[in-house]
């Protein structure tokens, strides 16, 4: 059992950063992918970014509007995993999902583990 807690989100301007940490409870955190989903009101659930165990093939992967802004990392010896997002817009306002799972992949379904989500806003 994984219990997953996020921090970090809040109000931003446009252009700013915010860093969002995700504290995992369990011994096994870092055996699991973990993975960033967004949701905005009215819209599916989407993937931002995924990091798998250390020295696994394809170790982090990023949704397109993630690519170039967004860093995932994870420090397995805190059980934390964390999504550094920097140079903000009014569309990544969303509700940030933390999530753990053993393929890593870039769908919800994939996933059997989640936190209860934290709000980022970022004004124009």
């Known amino acids: 059992q994984v219990q997953l807690v996020e921090s970090g989100g809040g109000l931003v301007q446009a252009g700013g950063s915010l860093r969002l940490s995700c504290a995992a409870s369990?011994?096994?955190?870092?055996?699991?992918?973990m993975g960033w989903f967004r949701q905005a009101p009215g819209k599916e659930r989407e993937f931002v970014a995924r990091i798998r165990p250390r020295y696994s093939a394809g170790y982090t992967y990023y949704a397109d509007s993630a690519k170039g802004r967004f860093t995932i990392s994870r420090d397995d010896a805190k059980n934390t995993v964390y999504l550094q997002m920097n140079t903000l817009k009014p569309e990544d306002t969303a509700v940030y999902y933390c999530?753990?799972?053993?393929?890593?992949?870039?769908?919800?379904?994939?996933?059997?583990?989640w936190g209860q989500g934290t709000q980022v806003t970022v004004s124009s």
């Open positions: 999530t753990a799972g053993l393929s890593g992949g870039t769908y919800p379904t994939e996933y059997g583990y």
């Open positions: 369990g011994r096994t955190f870092s055996s699991y992918a």
